[in-house]
């Protein structure tokens, strides 16, 4: 396994938490305008798909030390 990096963490946990605001919005047992409804459901995609990207993100420091070699030869 791969380490994710840094920032792709932090893009991680704001799409979490991004998703769960939406996910509570939605689930409210309180009448929300449909509007707001459709674009918690808008929100909660795309925290989903951002939250899953960063997850599958990962750092090749196999190939980032060929580049910084290449680089430096060069």
């Given amino acids: 396994n791969a380490p994710t990096p ?3 963490k932090r893009v991680q946990k ?3 938490t991004v ?3 939406a996910g509570v919005i939605l689930a409210a047992p309180i009448t929300l305008p449909a ?4 674009v918690a459901g808008y929100v909660a995609t795309a925290g989903t798909v951002a ?3 960063a997850q ?3 750092e090749d420091t196999k190939k980032l030390e060929e580049d910084v070699d290449n680089a430096a030869n060069n």
């Fill in 56 to 58: 599958l993100t990962v």
């Fill in 6 to 8: 840094k920032f792709w």
């Fill in 14 to 16: 704001a799409a979490i």
């Fill in 35 to 38: 509007a707001v409804i459709t």
């Fill in 19 to 21: 998703g769960a605001i």
């Fill in 51 to 53: 939250a899953t990207l």
